[in-house]
């Protein structure tokens, strides 16, 4: 082991910044040239800064996602009718008893109404036992003129198909009804159209 000075001064912390400077000195020698990583590691790169371009398009999208986020709370009602419409027209049944559902609770006007049925009638033909059950009881409750009736055949089917699929409400009805008479039915519908 040599306990040399330089050596010494080499393995001591420096505790000064002169000391750090002096050591600096020492290990890079006369022959070194200056590299542009220390010990291996590269130095940072500076990147560039985005172009006007860039953040202009950055603050649009925020402001626009921002917007969307406030509408989409304040109307929240409206959007998800909207929504809903797009699946019905897509073919959704589901989507199609939701809607006729809505505007049959919602509906103020006789067009409501219309429509109404009319998706409860393309969502009941789908199968749907929900839109089944609520056809039947809106033709009972003579919601729509303009279509045309359904048979009292079709409406016990109709909730035939409603009670076999778990629809508490059309178990109950079909209860009241003995063998193949249904009063309800027999007094709402015709028996053939």
Not at 89 to 101: D, H, N, P, T
């Amino acid at each position: 082991m040599d306990f040399s000075e330089s050596n010494f001064v080499r393995n001591r912390r420096p505790q000064t910044f002169t000391e750090v400077t002096q050591l600096l000195k020492e290990d890079q020698g006369p022959k070194r040239k200056y590299v542009s990583y220390v010990n291996r590691v590269p130095f940072a790169r500076r990147k560039k800064s985005d172009g006007w371009l860039v953040v202009g398009i950055e603050v649009l999208v925020v402001l626009t996602a921002f917007t969307l986020a406030i509408l989409a709370y304040v109307y929240a009602d409206e959007l998800h009718l909207r929504i809903t419409r797009a699946y019905a027209k897509m073919g959704v049944k589901r989507a199609q008893s939701i809607l006729s559902e809505r505007l049959l609770h919602d509906g103020k006007t006789q067009e409501e109404r219309d429509e109404a049925i009319h998706w409860l009638e393309k969502a009941a033909k789908s199968g749907d036992p929900k839109a089944n059950y609520n056809l039947v009881i809106a033709h009972m409750k003579k919601h729509s003129d303009k279509r045309a009736p359904i048979t009292a055949d079709e409406a016990r089917r109709m909730m035939e198909h409603a009670s076999n699929n778990g629809i508490s409400e059309a178990q109950k009805f079909l209860q009241h009804c003995i063998g193949e008479i249904c009063p309800h039915i027999e007094r709402h519908f015709p028996k053939f159209v």
